[in-house]
């Protein structure tokens, strides 16, 4: 049974470009969560996907966006990278709602050069 | 501004010595407290959870202690193991809500 799958493993981007990431939930899993990891630092809530809309969204600019598609599998899009944006995004799943998500892929390292 | 504050930021163990990692919060709606194992290059891993009602929870060397009036939690790993070194971090969420609110996380380094 896979778990939370993510790609790419790592990116590296200039400032100014946009970026695309992808997750695909555990098996049996319909919502998604995105995360942002800066390094050193805990995992911070970016937002969260279910029915493939947007249910909550954390402190992040407009500039971060999503998609969740049929199959709950989702993209995180991030426009217009800054420096500031190399990090690790994680993505996690959860079944169903009300369930606080608990299975984490290994995410995606990003990197603005 | 962090919900979640976590406390030390690294610490090192002898094995079979007592890790113990503490957090507090401020937001009373809190409901859910998990805790997480982080290996370096590998997503969080859930590794033991407790609700405001319990006072304490165990499972095998990993306890968490509660402490629902000081707003603090803890974990404890007790006979710590060479393996048990990676990052934990502790986390709160409302049940029902979706977010998770970490802490910055702690590196335990247990030595052989």
């Known amino acids: 049974d896979a778990g939370v799958t993510q790609s790419p493993t790592h990116l590296i981007k200039t400032r100014g470009q946009q970026v695309t990431l992808r997750c695909s939930p555990k098996?049996?899993?319909?919502?998604v969560s995105w995360y942002q990891q800066a390094l050193g630092q805990g995992p911070q809530f970016i937002f969260q996907?279910?029915?493939?809309?947007?249910?909550q969204r954390g402190n992040f600019p407009d500039r971060f966006s999503g998609h969740q598609y049929p199959n709950y599998s989702s993209e995180l899009n991030v426009n217009a990278l800054l420096l500031g944006d190399s990090a690790l995004y994680l993505c996690?799943?959860?079944?169903?709602?009300?369930?606080?998500?608990?299975?984490f892929g290994d995410g995606t390292r990003l990197s603005i050069l | 501004q962090q919900q979640v504050k976590q406390s030390p930021q690294s610490l090192i163990v002898q094995k079979g010595g007592i890790s113990i990692i503490n957090c507090a919060y401020e937001?009373?709606?809190?409901?859910?407290f998990p805790w997480y194992q982080q290996f370096p290059g590998k997503g969080p891993a859930l590794l033991i959870a407790?609700?405001?009602?319990?006072s304490e929870k165990k499972e095998g060397r990993f306890t968490i202690s509660f402490n629902k009036s000081a707003k603090q939690f803890s974990l404890h790993i007790m006979d710590s193991q060479p393996g048990d070194s990676a990052t934990y971090f502790c986390?709160?969420?409302?049940?029902?809500?979706?977010?998770?609110?970490f802490g910055a996380g702690t590196t335990v380094t247990v030595r052989a």
């Open positions: 996690a799943s959860s079944p169903g709602t009300g369930v606080t998500p608990q299975h």
């Open positions: 098996s049996g899993h319909d919502t």
């Open positions: 996907y279910y029915e493939e809309e947007e249910r």
């Open positions: 937001n009373t709606a809190f409901d859910y």
């Open positions: 407790i609700r405001p009602d319990v």
């Open positions: 986390a709160a969420s409302i049940l029902g809500d979706y977010k998770l609110s």
